[in-house]
């Protein structure tokens, strides 16, 4: 039982540049959720999903997509990236509330 | 606006110097609080979940408690492997999967 994943661990990559974050769970949790984690801001929650086929906005989604094809992966998307997205991006799943964290995604955007 | 404080944001206690942090909410209706534990460089951890003022939850030298306005975590007797970041965070009523998270106290304990 692997838990939440997620890969790669560390990307660099340039202002502009197109990238999948991608995180799969094995626990068969209905509930997914894609966070970034800034110094001074806290765990902030971008997308998420409550099954298959359906995803959400959270609190700062501008500048990421994700979708929700099966219970086990859910993918987040930059489109174009830009120096603000550098960031911890984590992905978690959760059932009846707890959440279970992925190890995470450092992003760098130069 | 709903707010989720974490106070102090930086901890540092001698072995065996009990303590509390503290995560004080402002918010419409709470589903529930939870607490997580970070280390460096992972994800962070489950440990808590309260649902109702009174309620507590005890783990180990851990114990949360919950109020209307706030939440503390309690811990007794710490040790250098308690060192991590504590995160509280709120599920809203009506909200499903949403939470709110505070910027957590990083706990440093010294031997």
């Known amino acids: 039982n692997a838990g939440v994943t997620q890969t790669p661990k560390f990307q660099v990559l340039k202002t502009g540049q197109s990238m999948t974050l991608q995180c799969a769970q094995d626990?068969?949790?209905?509930?997914m959720s894609w966070y970034r984690q800034d110094p001074g801001m806290g765990l902030r929650l971008i997308h998420y999903?409550?099954?298959?086929?359906?995803?959400d906005q959270g609190e700062v989604p501008n500048g990421y997509n994700v979708s929700r094809s099966t219970t086990e992966d859910f993918p987040l998307r930059l489109l174009s990236a830009a120096p603000s997205q550098t960031s911890v991006y984590f992905c978690?799943?959760?059932?009846?509330?707890?959440?279970?964290f992925g190890p995470g995604t450092r992003l760098l955007v130069l | 606006e709903d707010q989720v404080t974490q106070s102090p944001e930086a901890l540092r206690l001698q072995e065996g110097e009990s303590s509390s942090l503290n995560c004080s909410y402002t918010?419409?209706?709470?589903?529930?609080l939870f607490w997580y534990r970070q280390d460096p460089g992972k994800g962070p951890e489950f440990l808590f979940t309260?649902?109702?003022a009174g309620e507590e939850k005890e783990k180990e030298r851990l114990k949360a408690t919950l109020t209307k306005k706030e939440s503390f975590l309690h811990i007794t007797a710490p040790k250098p492997e308690d060192s991590a970041t504590y995160l509280c965070?709120?599920?809203?009523?009506?909200?499903?999967?949403?939470?709110?998270f505070g910027t957590g106290t990083s706990l440093t304990v010294i031997p």
């Open positions: 978690a799943s959760s059932y009846v509330g707890t959440q279970y």
């Open positions: 626990m068969n949790h209905e509930y």
């Open positions: 999903s409550v099954g298959a086929g359906i995803t």
């Open positions: 918010v419409s209706g709470l589903r529930g």
């Open positions: 309260l649902y109702s």
């Open positions: 965070a709120v599920q809203l009523i009506g909200t499903g999967n949403q939470f709110y």
